[in-house]
């Protein structure tokens, strides 16, 4: 009787839960079976129950449309709107149709039930929310969601359970460097980074992929090149203007504290937006002007490391954050967790363990 009460009350306040009802009323009847069998015949009860199940339903739909929408008006008024901006990859999403982009997904797990909205049937996603999946499949996808094990914990599970596409958050790997061999980045922005699985079970992606490019009148020798293509036209849209000027304000200030930190706001802004071949110049030039900043000399590094310039990038290690005197003078800018753990990936990728 408890648990019928309880069934039936979480059914009254949410919709989602309504077939709840029946399961509290098949309860009940199976409990009271013997004193309810002999009025099932009799008009009484049926009316009985059909006012049960309507007042049952009435709770429900005050509770979810009423109370919580403002009225059935205003809730379908509401569905023409997002009322929750930002929180899914909208645009990569138009992307990937664009693109003509189909079949497996694997993906943030916030994420199933919007790309299953709107790519099904042309995608499939790996979990659209509800949980539905065996403890393996749960625990795979739990170790592929920190981004700090998700090069590794990706290839584990694509090794289960193949998939064609990948959808996360940005950066999607750390270091915002992949294998090149494993992946191939199709869309990148503020929302989210796609990569498609570079591998021949995927040929006609990746195909597609090409064919999306050709018709906007580009081509590319490879897909390496295509990725290069796709970052640096993602790039523009993603560095704000009024950012720039105000660096450039600051560049023009009095103090070198100001200045070193509107010369590091556009080197740091063209490194998020993916062009870090044209961050590394104004980078050095706010840890040239003497002010420790070991956030600046980590994007820095970081920069020369994907550019391929090891031998700068362990120079820049040593000359801000090694040497005595750096040490010596007031950080303005110290490195936070995520920082952290940046520079012990890239101080291993560069064979530095001091």
């Not at 049926?46 to 009225?71: H, K, M």
């Not at 193949?162 to 790997?173: E, G, L, R």
């Not at 961050?279 to 920069?303: E, G, H, M, Q």
């Not at 101080?347 to 530095?352: E, F, H, Q, T, Y």
């Amino acid at each position: 009787m408890v648990l019928a009460f309880v069934m039936t009350f979480i059914a009254t306040r949410s919709a989602r839960f309504g077939y709840l009802d029946l399961v509290a009323l098949t309860a009940l009847f199976g409990y009271y079976r013997n004193e309810i069998t002999p009025f099932l015949s009799k008009r009484s009860f049926i009316v009985v129950s059909l006012l049960v199940a309507l007042f049952l339903g009435w709770a429900a739909y005050n509770q979810s449309v009423t109370i919580e929408r403002r009225g059935l008006a205003a809730a379908v008024k509401d569905m023409k709107h997002d009322n929750q901006p930002g929180i899914y990859p909208d645009e990569a999403v138009k992307a990937m149709v664009r693109m003509g982009l189909t079949g497996r997904v694997f993906h943030l797990s916030a994420w199933g039930g919007h790309l299953l909205y709107h790519l099904f049937p042309d995608c499939k996603v790996f979990s659209d929310g509800r949980g539905n999946f065996t403890m393996r499949e749960r625990d795979l996808m739990v170790a592929a969601h920190r981004p700090w094990e998700r090069a590794q914990r990706l290839d584990e599970l694509y090794a289960e359970y193949p998939f064609d596409i990948v959808i996360f958050p940005p950066p999607m790997f750390p270091l915002k460097d992949w294998d090149y061999s494993k992946w191939i980045l199709v869309y990148t922005g503020p929302d989210a980074e796609v990569f498609l699985r570079n591998h021949p079970e995927n040929k006609e992606n990746i195909q597609r992929l090409a064919g999306y490019w050709r018709m906007m009148g580009l081509q590319f020798a490879d897909t390496l090149e295509m990725q290069r293509a796709v970052r640096h036209m993602m790039a523009v849209k993603m560095i704000p203007d009024d950012l720039d000027e105000q660096a450039r304000l600051q560049i023009e200030g009095e103090s070198p504290e100001q200045q070193a930190k509107g010369w590091a706001q556009l080197g740091i802004t063209r490194f998020e937006a993916g062009l870090w071949e044209t961050a590394s110049r104004p980078l050095s030039k706010a840890l040239a002007l003497n002010v420790r900043n070991d956030t600046t000399a980590l994007y820095l590094v970081w920069s020369l490391t994907l550019q391929g310039k090891q031998i700068e990038a362990r120079q820049a290690i040593w000359d801000f954050f090694i040497k005595k005197e750096v040490q010596a003078k007031t950080n303005q800018g110290p490195l936070n967790a995520s920082g952290h753990g940046v520079f012990e990936l890239l101080a291993n990728r560069l064979g530095i363990t001091q």
